[in-house]
C-alpha cells in the first residue's frame, strides 16, 4: 500500500487544527454580555416621554431618590402607577392648587405602592393594596384593583376609577404602570375643611408650569416598608420647603 504523500498530511494536519481551535475562536468572538445599571425610575419614564409633570413632582418630592434606593439597595420591591402629562392637564382647574401642602406631598405617595406587583398579582391580590401614603393621618390611603378579561387591570380610589393600559417596566424589583388619570385619594374628600392659612404663591406644587411648597407629611407607620420611606421623605420635605421658597 503506497505511503500517503507529504501534501496530504499537511492537508489533514491543517484540517485538524482547524477543528481543534474552532470552539475557542467562537468563544473570543462572542461579546461579553454588559452589565445592567442601576434601576432608574425618572429614566424609565423619561424614555417613555410623556410624563414630565409626574417626573418633576417625583424630583421635588425627592421619591424617585426613594424609590431607586429601595429597588437598588434592599430585596424591597416597589410598584408605581405613573399618570401622563394628558392625566394632569385634564383633572378640573384648581384640583391640585386646592390641596393643602401635606396633601400635595400625599398625592405623590399615594401613586407609590412599597411593593413589587406584576399585572396578574394585581388581578388577585387582596384590597385596599398599601401605598406609601398609607398610616398618615391615621387614614388608609389603599389602593383597589379588579381583574377583568385577559391582563385588563383596572384600579379604583373611589373617586377614580381607571384601566392599566401599559408597563413601562414589568420586572421585579420595580414594576411601573401607566394610568390616564391622576389617581386622587377618597380621603381628601373625606378631610374636613381646614383652617384659614396666609394664600399661597401662585406657582404651587400643582401647577404644570412649576413646582411649589409642601410641608413633611406625617410619617408614623412603624413596622412596614412605607413607614421607612415615609421616614426619609419627612426628612427631605422639609428642604423641598427651604428650596421652593428660595424659588419664589
Known amino acids: ?19 481543534l481551535l474552532s470552539p475557542t475562536i467562537t468563544a473570543q468572538s462572542a461579546p461579553a454580555p454588559a452589565p445592567s445599571g442601576p434601576i432608574n425610575v425618572t429614566a424609565i419614564l423619561e424614555k417613555a416621554g410623556q410624563y414630565t409633570i409626574f417626573i418633576r413632582f417625583l424630583n421635588v418630592s425627592q421619591a424617585g431618590n426613594q424609590i431607586n434606593n429601595q429597588v437598588n439597595n434592599s430585596h424591597d420591591g416597589m410598584t408605581v ?3 401622563t402629562d394628558n392625566a394632569f392637564n385634564n383633572l378640573p382647574a384648581g384640583t391640585l392648587n386646592d390641596l393643602n401642602d401635606q396633601q400635595q406631598v400625599q398625592l ?9 406587583y406584576s399585572l396578574s398579582d394585581l388581578q388577585t391580590v387582596s384590597n385596599p393594596v398599601r401605598t406609601q401614603a398609607s398610616g398618615q393621618d391615621n387614614k388608609e390611603f389603599g389602593l ?31 414594576a411601573v ?18 383652617a384659614a392659612s396666609p394664600p399661597r404663591n401662585s406657582g404651587g406644587f400643582g401647577r404644570s408650569s412649576g413646582g ?4 413633611a407629611p406625617s410619617t408614623s407607620n412603624p ?12 426628612l427631605v420635605s422639609a428642604i423641598w420647603v427651604v428650596c421652593m421658597g428660595l424659588m419664589f
Open 1 to 19: 500500500m503506497a505511503a500517503p504523500s507529504c501534501s496530504s498530511l499537511l492537508l489533514l494536519l491543517s484540517l485538524t487544527t482547524l477543528l
Open 81 to 83: 402607577f405613573a399618570p
Open 108 to 116: 405623590v405617595l399615594y401613586h407609590i405602592c412599597p411593593k413589587y
Open 144 to 174: 383597589h384593583f379588579k381583574g377583568g378579561q385577559g391582563s385588563q387591570v383596572n384600579v379604583s380610589t373611589g373617586v377614580v376609577d381607571v384601566p392599566i393600559y401599559n408597563a413601562l417596566r414589568k420586572d421585579s424589583p420595580l
Open 177 to 194: 404602570y401607566q394610568v390616564d388619570q391622576v389617581l386622587i385619594p377618597k380621603e381628601f374628600s373625606d378631610a374636613k375643611a381646614p
Open 212 to 215: 411649589g411648597d409642601a410641608t
Open 223 to 234: 413596622g412596614n416598608a412605607a413607614g421607612k420611606m415615609g421616614v426619609g421623605l419627612g
